[in-house]
């Protein structure tokens, strides 16, 4: 029993822990890790390890389940975007950027509001990130983290959709802070390589040529 205590992995930053020391405790596989969030942890244990290893990151390990993987790496990016979107809130002001745009032919109309409207750029940012988490972590619809039904899975498509638009509109209007969160987290061309590889979305609906610039393996596939 002893010995049990001493070999168990406490995944937890304790009162007081230095930032530099934060999730600093040992990998583990998939198999070891034995909780219900477990995917979330493997997943952002890939994450810490190296952001840029893309193909790695969205492996998904042997007799995983396909909607869950999905769940927990959409989870994932919305978390992380909210990264992007306090940067955004340095320069993205309601009086300059008075639409959710990205391309002159490009306006997004927000659907936080009983009907459909047009918002401010970063009221649209911070809408659609509240509703995607507010989606995720319905008990309604997400009821497990485990297992998944099919209805469930269904709705990560529009969330996708949604959560996109804040990376077209860093592209296209704000590029150096695009550009600086990109290059720390590689978060744009990985969310884009997932909705490409699980058909979450529109190849047409890509409009941050994330992919093209990077000369990655899907574009010559393709």
């Known amino acids: 029993m002893k010995m049990a205590e001493e070999t168990r992995i406490l995944r937890r930053n304790r009162p007081g822990t230095k930032a530099k020391d934060f999730c600093r405790w040992p990998d583990e596989t998939l198999k070891e890790m034995d909780s219900t969030l477990e995917v979330q942890q493997y997943i952002q244990q890939l994450i810490r390890k ?19 993987w999905k769940y927990e790496h959409l989870r994932q990016f919305c978390m992380e975007l909210n990264g992007l ?9 309601p009086d300059t950027c008075t639409q959710m745009t990205a391309t002159e032919q490009w306006i997004f ?8 409207k047009e918002c401010p750029a970063i009221d ?18 997400f009821p497990s983290r485990v297992s998944l039904k099919a209805c469930s899975v ?13 990376f077209s509109h860093a592209y296209f209007h704000h ?10 987290t590689h ?3 990985r969310f884009t390589q997932f909705v490409i590889m699980y058909n979450l979305m529109s190849k047409d609906n890509l409009i941050v040529p994330i992919l093209e610039e990077d000369d990655t393996p899907d574009e010559s596939e393709a």
Do not use: W
């Not at 109309?109 to 459909?116: G, Q, S, W």
């Not at 649209?124 to 995607?132: E, F, S």
């Open 50 to 68: 190296d952001p840029s290893n893309i193909e790695l990151i969205l492996r998904m390990p042997e007799n995983q389940e396909e909607g869950v």
């Open 85 to 93: 979107a306090v940067r955004l809130q340095a320069e993205c002001y």
């Open 109 to 116: 109309l927000c659907a936080a509001h009983k009907t459909p």
């Open 124 to 141: 649209y940012t911070r809408h659609t990130l509240d509703g995607a988490a507010c989606l995720l972590n319905s008990n309604k619809y």
């Open 154 to 166: 269904y709705k990560l498509g529009s969330v996708c959709r949604r959560v996109y638009r804040i």
């Open 175 to 184: 590029r150096q802070v695009f550009d600086d969160f990109e290059n720390e």
């Open 187 to 189: 978060l744009c061309k």
